[in-house]
Protein backbone atom coordinates (compact mmCIF):
# COMPACT_ATOMS: atom_id res chain seq x y z
CA UNK A 1 0.00 0.00 0.00
CA UNK A 2 2.84 2.10 -0.87
CA UNK A 3 4.22 1.60 2.75
CA UNK A 4 7.77 1.61 3.51
CA UNK A 5 9.48 -0.30 6.97
CA UNK A 6 13.01 1.58 7.38
CA UNK A 7 15.45 0.16 10.08
CA UNK A 8 17.99 2.33 11.47
CA UNK A 9 20.65 0.49 12.96
CA UNK A 10 22.26 2.42 15.73
CA UNK A 11 25.35 0.51 16.32
CA UNK A 12 26.54 -2.57 14.90
CA UNK A 13 25.74 -5.91 15.65
CA UNK A 14 27.41 -9.31 16.59
CA UNK A 15 26.78 -12.27 13.94
CA UNK A 16 24.55 -14.56 15.78
CA UNK A 17 25.79 -18.71 15.55
CA UNK A 18 22.53 -20.19 16.02
CA UNK A 19 18.55 -19.76 13.99
CA UNK A 20 17.32 -18.57 17.22
CA UNK A 21 20.21 -16.48 17.88
CA UNK A 22 19.87 -15.00 14.61
CA UNK A 23 16.00 -14.23 15.77
CA UNK A 24 16.94 -12.52 18.58
CA UNK A 25 19.59 -10.61 17.26
CA UNK A 26 17.11 -9.39 14.03
CA UNK A 27 14.24 -8.66 16.82
CA UNK A 28 16.49 -6.33 18.88
CA UNK A 29 18.12 -4.67 15.72
CA UNK A 30 14.64 -3.78 14.94
CA UNK A 31 13.30 -2.73 17.83
CA UNK A 32 16.23 -0.25 18.27
CA UNK A 33 14.49 2.39 15.96
CA UNK A 34 11.87 2.30 13.01
CA UNK A 35 10.02 4.55 10.88
CA UNK A 36 6.84 5.14 8.19
CA UNK A 37 7.25 6.21 5.01
CA UNK A 38 4.22 6.99 3.57
CA UNK A 39 3.15 6.84 -0.30
CA UNK A 40 2.43 10.91 -0.85
CA UNK A 41 -0.67 9.48 -2.94
CA UNK A 42 -2.04 7.51 0.52
CA UNK A 43 -0.90 10.48 2.55
CA UNK A 44 -2.64 13.57 0.23
CA UNK A 45 -5.24 11.04 -0.20
CA UNK A 46 -5.11 10.84 -4.44
CA UNK A 47 -3.48 7.94 -6.55
CA UNK A 48 0.13 7.56 -6.30
CA UNK A 49 2.44 7.97 -8.98
CA UNK A 50 2.48 4.67 -10.29
CA UNK A 51 -1.34 4.17 -9.79
CA UNK A 52 -1.85 7.43 -11.93
CA UNK A 53 -0.06 6.36 -15.12
CA UNK A 54 1.64 9.98 -15.77
CA UNK A 55 4.09 8.93 -17.55
CA UNK A 56 4.31 8.54 -21.35
CA UNK A 57 2.81 5.08 -21.84
CA UNK A 58 -0.01 6.41 -20.24
CA UNK A 59 -0.27 10.08 -20.09
CA UNK A 60 -3.74 10.76 -20.74
CA UNK A 61 -6.15 12.07 -18.07
CA UNK A 62 -10.16 12.32 -17.90
CA UNK A 63 -11.90 15.76 -18.72
CA UNK A 64 -13.39 15.34 -15.32
CA UNK A 65 -10.47 14.88 -13.00
CA UNK A 66 -9.07 17.89 -15.40
CA UNK A 67 -11.78 19.96 -14.63
CA UNK A 68 -11.47 19.49 -10.53
CA UNK A 69 -8.75 21.46 -10.77
CA UNK A 70 -9.71 25.09 -10.18
CA UNK A 71 -6.93 26.43 -12.93
CA UNK A 72 -8.03 24.21 -15.32
CA UNK A 73 -11.80 24.76 -15.05
CA UNK A 74 -11.20 28.75 -15.47
CA UNK A 75 -8.84 28.25 -18.05
CA UNK A 76 -11.49 26.63 -20.11
CA UNK A 77 -14.38 29.12 -18.99
CA UNK A 78 -12.27 31.76 -20.56
CA UNK A 79 -11.32 30.73 -23.82
CA UNK A 80 -15.15 28.77 -24.37
CA UNK A 81 -16.68 32.07 -24.12
CA UNK A 82 -15.77 32.09 -28.12
CA UNK A 83 -19.09 29.84 -27.58
CA UNK A 84 -20.73 32.87 -26.63
CA UNK A 85 -19.84 34.65 -29.59
CA UNK A 86 -22.24 35.10 -32.77
CA UNK A 87 -21.33 33.07 -35.63
CA UNK A 88 -22.59 34.74 -38.98
CA UNK A 89 -22.90 33.30 -42.41
CA UNK A 90 -21.83 36.36 -44.86
CA UNK A 91 -22.52 36.43 -48.72
CA UNK A 92 -19.36 37.41 -51.19
CA UNK A 93 -20.63 40.85 -50.61
CA UNK A 94 -19.95 40.92 -46.81
CA UNK A 95 -23.90 40.63 -46.10
CA UNK A 96 -25.18 38.99 -42.96
CA UNK A 97 -27.42 36.02 -44.06
CA UNK A 98 -30.06 34.10 -42.12
CA UNK A 99 -28.85 30.43 -41.30
CA UNK A 100 -30.79 28.06 -39.06
CA UNK A 101 -27.75 26.47 -38.59
CA UNK A 102 -25.64 28.82 -36.56
CA UNK A 103 -28.35 30.65 -35.11
CA UNK A 104 -29.84 26.99 -33.56
CA UNK A 105 -28.24 24.06 -34.35
CA UNK A 106 -29.64 21.73 -32.42
CA UNK A 107 -33.14 21.29 -31.22
CA UNK A 108 -34.13 22.29 -27.77
CA UNK A 109 -30.74 23.65 -27.37
CA UNK A 110 -29.71 27.28 -27.06
CA UNK A 111 -26.46 27.99 -29.99
CA UNK A 112 -23.85 28.95 -27.01
CA UNK A 113 -24.31 25.60 -25.44
CA UNK A 114 -23.65 23.35 -28.63
CA UNK A 115 -21.23 26.15 -29.32
CA UNK A 116 -19.27 26.18 -26.44
CA UNK A 117 -19.44 22.18 -26.01
CA UNK A 118 -17.49 22.06 -29.67
CA UNK A 119 -14.94 24.58 -28.23
CA UNK A 120 -14.25 22.73 -24.84
CA UNK A 121 -13.78 19.68 -27.16
CA UNK A 122 -11.56 21.19 -29.33
CA UNK A 123 -9.52 22.04 -25.69
CA UNK A 124 -9.68 18.96 -24.23
CA UNK A 125 -9.50 17.11 -27.19
CA UNK A 126 -8.30 16.09 -31.05
CA UNK A 127 -12.07 16.77 -32.44
CA UNK A 128 -15.27 18.12 -31.97
CA UNK A 129 -18.20 16.13 -33.48
CA UNK A 130 -21.79 16.64 -35.27
CA UNK A 131 -23.94 14.30 -36.32
CA UNK A 132 -26.75 15.68 -38.73
CA UNK A 133 -30.06 15.75 -38.12
CA UNK A 134 -31.56 17.26 -40.81
CA UNK A 135 -30.82 19.29 -44.22
CA UNK A 136 -32.08 22.38 -45.61
CA UNK A 137 -33.91 23.07 -48.84
CA UNK A 138 -30.22 23.37 -50.78
CA UNK A 139 -28.93 19.88 -48.93
CA UNK A 140 -27.18 21.03 -46.11
CA UNK A 141 -27.35 20.78 -43.00
CA UNK A 142 -29.98 22.51 -41.20
CA UNK A 143 -29.74 20.62 -37.57
CA UNK A 144 -26.83 18.74 -35.90
CA UNK A 145 -26.69 16.71 -32.24
CA UNK A 146 -22.93 17.09 -30.68
CA UNK A 147 -21.54 14.30 -30.22
CA UNK A 148 -19.62 12.63 -27.21
CA UNK A 149 -15.96 13.13 -28.05
CA UNK A 150 -15.00 9.54 -27.13
CA UNK A 151 -17.11 8.44 -29.91
CA UNK A 152 -15.69 10.14 -33.10
CA UNK A 153 -11.97 8.96 -34.94
CA UNK A 154 -9.65 10.80 -36.12
CA UNK A 155 -7.77 9.35 -38.87
CA UNK A 156 -4.17 9.66 -38.73
CA UNK A 157 -3.53 10.55 -42.59
CA UNK A 158 -0.86 8.19 -43.62
CA UNK A 159 0.50 8.00 -46.85
CA UNK A 160 2.40 5.06 -48.63
CA UNK A 161 4.10 5.08 -51.83
CA UNK A 162 4.73 2.32 -54.39
CA UNK A 163 8.77 2.88 -55.68
CA UNK A 164 8.52 0.56 -58.71
CA UNK A 165 7.78 2.78 -61.36
CA UNK A 166 8.37 5.94 -59.37
CA UNK A 167 4.31 6.67 -58.43
CA UNK A 168 2.61 6.47 -55.38
CA UNK A 169 -1.14 5.86 -53.69
CA UNK A 170 -1.79 7.58 -50.82
CA UNK A 171 -4.26 6.21 -48.19
CA UNK A 172 -7.88 8.37 -48.36
CA UNK A 173 -10.76 8.60 -46.09
CA UNK A 174 -14.17 9.11 -47.35
CA UNK A 175 -16.30 11.73 -45.78
CA UNK A 176 -19.24 10.98 -43.79
CA UNK A 177 -21.97 13.23 -45.00
CA UNK A 178 -23.76 12.73 -41.92
CA UNK A 179 -20.73 13.92 -39.57
CA UNK A 180 -19.32 17.58 -39.75
CA UNK A 181 -15.98 16.78 -37.89
CA UNK A 182 -13.96 19.82 -36.50
CA UNK A 183 -10.39 19.25 -36.10
CA UNK A 184 -8.32 20.93 -33.25
CA UNK A 185 -5.40 23.17 -33.98
CA UNK A 186 -3.94 22.45 -30.76
CA UNK A 187 -2.22 18.92 -29.10
CA UNK A 188 -5.23 17.62 -26.58
CA UNK A 189 -4.63 19.34 -23.21
CA UNK A 190 -5.70 15.69 -21.64
CA UNK A 191 -2.72 13.91 -23.05
CA UNK A 192 -0.11 17.13 -23.46
CA UNK A 193 -0.83 18.98 -20.11
CA UNK A 194 -1.34 15.34 -18.11
CA UNK A 195 1.40 15.57 -15.99
CA UNK A 196 1.32 19.14 -15.31
CA UNK A 197 -2.70 19.37 -14.10
CA UNK A 198 -1.61 16.04 -11.80
CA UNK A 199 0.95 17.73 -10.26
CA UNK A 200 -1.42 20.85 -9.52
CA UNK A 201 -4.25 18.45 -8.47
CA UNK A 202 -1.81 16.92 -5.61
CA UNK A 203 -0.37 20.05 -4.36
CA UNK A 204 -3.88 21.14 -4.24
CA UNK A 205 -4.89 18.34 -2.06
CA UNK A 206 -1.54 18.15 -0.30
CA UNK A 207 -2.93 22.11 1.16
CA UNK A 208 -6.38 20.89 1.63
CA UNK A 209 -4.85 17.98 3.99
CA UNK A 210 -3.14 19.98 5.68
CA UNK A 211 -5.99 22.40 6.71
CA UNK A 212 -7.66 19.58 8.01
CA UNK A 213 -4.76 18.34 10.52
CA UNK A 214 -2.98 16.30 8.58
CA UNK A 215 0.85 15.72 9.42
CA UNK A 216 2.96 15.59 6.14
CA UNK A 217 4.86 13.03 7.75
CA UNK A 218 4.66 10.71 10.65
CA UNK A 219 6.85 8.02 12.60
CA UNK A 220 6.92 5.34 15.15
CA UNK A 221 9.73 4.92 17.71
CA UNK A 222 9.71 3.21 20.92
CA UNK A 223 8.88 4.82 24.17
CA UNK A 224 11.47 3.19 26.24
CA UNK A 225 14.71 2.41 24.26
CA UNK A 226 15.04 -0.32 26.59
CA UNK A 227 12.50 -2.21 25.80
CA UNK A 228 10.97 -3.48 22.69
CA UNK A 229 7.17 -2.89 21.55
CA UNK A 230 6.80 -5.83 19.58
CA UNK A 231 9.18 -8.76 21.00
CA UNK A 232 7.92 -11.66 18.89
CA UNK A 233 8.42 -9.96 15.53
CA UNK A 234 10.26 -12.24 13.62
CA UNK A 235 9.27 -15.57 14.94
CA UNK A 236 7.99 -18.52 14.02
CA UNK A 237 4.45 -19.16 14.90
CA UNK A 238 2.82 -22.69 15.38
CA UNK A 239 2.60 -23.03 12.04
CA UNK A 240 6.06 -22.06 11.09
CA UNK A 241 5.04 -18.68 9.85
CA UNK A 242 7.12 -16.00 10.43
CA UNK A 243 5.27 -13.29 12.59
CA UNK A 244 4.94 -9.88 11.26
CA UNK A 245 3.73 -7.64 14.65
CA UNK A 246 5.16 -4.68 12.98
CA UNK A 247 3.57 -5.00 9.44
CA UNK A 248 -0.08 -5.77 11.24
CA UNK A 249 0.22 -2.45 13.78
CA UNK A 250 1.35 -0.07 10.89
CA UNK A 251 -2.31 -1.93 8.52
CA UNK A 252 -4.51 -1.40 11.55
CA UNK A 253 -2.80 2.16 12.26
CA UNK A 254 -3.30 3.16 8.28
CA UNK A 255 -7.31 1.79 8.32
CA UNK A 256 -7.85 3.53 11.05
CA UNK A 257 -6.06 6.87 10.42
CA UNK A 258 -8.35 6.42 7.00
CA UNK A 259 -11.41 6.74 8.87
CA UNK A 260 -10.65 8.77 11.80
CA UNK A 261 -9.14 12.06 12.09
CA UNK A 262 -7.55 11.07 15.40
CA UNK A 263 -5.62 8.31 16.13
CA UNK A 264 -4.81 5.85 19.35
CA UNK A 265 -1.03 5.59 20.22
CA UNK A 266 0.07 2.42 22.43
CA UNK A 267 1.99 3.50 25.58
CA UNK A 268 4.41 1.30 24.58
CA UNK A 269 5.17 3.69 21.24
CA UNK A 270 6.04 7.33 20.83
CA UNK A 271 4.19 9.21 17.67
CA UNK A 272 6.75 11.73 16.06
CA UNK A 273 5.77 13.88 13.64
CA UNK A 274 7.59 16.08 10.86
CA UNK A 275 5.61 19.33 10.73
CA UNK A 276 5.65 22.31 8.28
CA UNK A 277 5.71 25.98 8.63
CA UNK A 278 2.12 27.50 7.77
CA UNK A 279 3.81 28.73 4.46
CA UNK A 280 5.10 25.30 3.66
CA UNK A 281 1.75 23.74 4.56
CA UNK A 282 0.19 26.18 1.80
CA UNK A 283 2.74 24.94 -0.98
CA UNK A 284 2.48 28.49 -2.39
CA UNK A 285 5.91 28.64 -4.56
CA UNK A 286 5.10 25.28 -5.60
CA UNK A 287 1.14 26.30 -6.70
CA UNK A 288 2.15 29.16 -8.99
CA UNK A 289 4.83 27.57 -10.77
CA UNK A 290 2.03 24.59 -11.21
CA UNK A 291 -0.60 27.35 -12.53
CA UNK A 292 2.06 28.82 -14.35
CA UNK A 293 2.43 25.68 -16.18
CA UNK A 294 -1.29 25.41 -16.55
CA UNK A 295 -1.42 28.92 -17.77
CA UNK A 296 1.38 28.13 -20.60
CA UNK A 297 -0.37 24.96 -21.95
CA UNK A 298 -3.91 26.67 -22.78
CA UNK A 299 -2.23 29.92 -24.00
CA UNK A 300 -3.67 32.06 -21.17
CA UNK A 301 -2.31 34.94 -19.18
CA UNK A 302 -1.00 33.95 -15.94
CA UNK A 303 -2.90 36.87 -14.14
CA UNK A 304 -6.28 35.48 -15.67
CA UNK A 305 -5.61 32.25 -13.46
CA UNK A 306 -4.38 34.49 -10.43
CA UNK A 307 -0.69 34.52 -10.46
CA UNK A 308 0.60 38.06 -10.36
CA UNK A 309 3.72 38.78 -12.66
CA UNK A 310 5.43 42.27 -12.00
CA UNK A 311 6.74 42.86 -15.49
CA UNK A 312 3.69 43.50 -17.47
CA UNK A 313 3.48 46.86 -19.36
CA UNK A 314 0.39 49.18 -19.83
CA UNK A 315 -2.38 48.04 -21.71
CA UNK A 316 -5.56 48.92 -21.57
CA UNK A 317 -8.98 46.63 -21.51
CA UNK A 318 -9.73 46.75 -24.82
CA UNK A 319 -5.71 45.60 -25.94
CA UNK A 320 -5.68 42.66 -23.60
CA UNK A 321 -9.17 41.63 -25.52
CA UNK A 322 -7.68 41.91 -28.65
CA UNK A 323 -4.27 40.44 -27.76
CA UNK A 324 -7.04 37.16 -26.14
CA UNK A 325 -8.81 37.33 -29.43
CA UNK A 326 -5.72 36.68 -31.41
CA UNK A 327 -3.50 34.86 -30.13
CA UNK A 328 -5.36 32.11 -27.42
CA UNK A 329 -8.84 32.31 -29.38
CA UNK A 330 -7.85 32.77 -32.80
CA UNK A 331 -6.79 29.00 -33.63
CA UNK A 332 -9.76 28.04 -32.53
CA UNK A 333 -11.81 30.83 -34.25
CA UNK A 334 -10.03 29.49 -37.46
CA UNK A 335 -10.60 25.96 -36.78
CA UNK A 336 -14.28 26.26 -36.64
CA UNK A 337 -14.55 29.30 -39.10
CA UNK A 338 -12.53 27.36 -42.00
CA UNK A 339 -14.88 23.74 -41.25
CA UNK A 340 -18.07 25.40 -41.39
CA UNK A 341 -17.22 27.42 -43.96
CA UNK A 342 -16.24 24.60 -46.68
CA UNK A 343 -19.02 23.25 -49.13
CA UNK A 344 -20.68 20.74 -47.68
CA UNK A 345 -22.08 22.92 -44.89
CA UNK A 346 -22.01 26.16 -46.43
CA UNK A 347 -23.27 26.79 -50.12
CA UNK A 348 -19.90 28.28 -52.57
CA UNK A 349 -19.23 31.87 -52.04
CA UNK A 350 -20.15 32.32 -48.84
CA UNK A 351 -18.14 32.12 -45.56
CA UNK A 352 -18.52 31.39 -42.10
CA UNK A 353 -17.32 34.22 -39.15
CA UNK A 354 -17.28 35.33 -35.97
CA UNK A 355 -19.30 38.43 -35.02
CA UNK A 356 -16.22 40.13 -32.33
CA UNK A 357 -17.44 43.50 -32.55
CA UNK A 358 -19.03 43.55 -29.06
CA UNK A 359 -15.89 41.63 -27.62
CA UNK A 360 -13.17 43.57 -28.37
CA UNK A 361 -15.31 46.82 -28.47
CA UNK A 362 -13.61 50.13 -27.44
CA UNK A 363 -15.01 52.17 -24.14
CA UNK A 364 -18.06 54.54 -25.06
CA UNK A 365 -16.04 57.79 -25.96
CA UNK A 366 -13.35 56.16 -28.12
CA UNK A 367 -16.46 54.15 -29.39
CA UNK A 368 -18.21 57.67 -30.31
CA UNK A 369 -15.47 59.41 -31.78
CA UNK A 370 -14.53 56.28 -33.60
CA UNK A 371 -18.35 56.33 -35.23
CA UNK A 372 -17.89 60.13 -35.57
CA UNK A 373 -14.79 59.95 -37.78
CA UNK A 374 -16.35 56.96 -40.18
CA UNK A 375 -19.73 59.20 -40.89
CA UNK A 376 -17.45 62.14 -41.42
CA UNK A 377 -15.15 60.04 -43.88
CA UNK A 378 -18.09 59.03 -45.46
CA UNK A 379 -17.38 54.87 -44.70
CA UNK A 380 -20.20 54.38 -42.87
CA UNK A 381 -23.90 56.14 -42.88
CA UNK A 382 -25.76 57.32 -39.66
CA UNK A 383 -28.32 54.39 -39.96
CA UNK A 384 -25.18 52.07 -40.28
CA UNK A 385 -23.74 53.27 -37.42
CA UNK A 386 -27.12 52.64 -35.46
CA UNK A 387 -27.76 49.60 -36.83
CA UNK A 388 -24.36 48.42 -35.53
CA UNK A 389 -25.32 49.77 -32.32
CA UNK A 390 -28.35 48.03 -31.87
CA UNK A 391 -30.53 51.25 -32.50
CA UNK A 392 -33.47 51.92 -34.03
CA UNK A 393 -33.56 53.54 -37.31
CA UNK A 394 -33.98 57.19 -38.31
CA UNK A 395 -37.64 56.44 -39.49
CA UNK A 396 -38.64 54.37 -36.58
CA UNK A 397 -37.93 57.50 -34.17
CA UNK A 398 -41.25 58.58 -32.98
CA UNK A 399 -41.61 62.43 -33.73
CA UNK A 400 -40.46 64.98 -31.33
CA UNK A 401 -43.40 67.31 -32.02
CA UNK A 402 -45.56 68.53 -29.61
CA UNK A 403 -49.24 69.54 -29.93
CA UNK A 404 -50.11 72.84 -28.98
Not at 90 to 116: F, H, K, R
Request: aromatic share 6%; net charge negative; charged share 25%.
Amino acid sequence: MGFLQSLVRREPLTPATSPAASRALARTERSLSFALDIDPGTLYGVQSADQANIFPNHPRISRREALSVPSVKRGRDLIAVLGSLPLRLLDADNQVTPCTLLCQPEDGIPSVITWTRVVEDLIFGEAAGLAVTAFGWDGRPATVVHLDQDSISVPTHTQSYRTVTGSGTATRYAPDPLLIRIDSPTPPLLVHGARAIRALGRLEAAALNAADGVPPQDFFTPADEGVDPFPNDGDLDEDGEEINEVGEFLADWMRMRQIRATGYVPHNLKYNVNGFNPKDLQLVEAREMAITEIARLMGIDGDELGVSTTSRTYANMQDRRRQFLDFTLGPYMRAIEGRLSMDDVTPPGYTVRFDTSQFAAADDKTAAETDEILIRAKVQTVEEVRARRGLATSAAQPSKEIDA
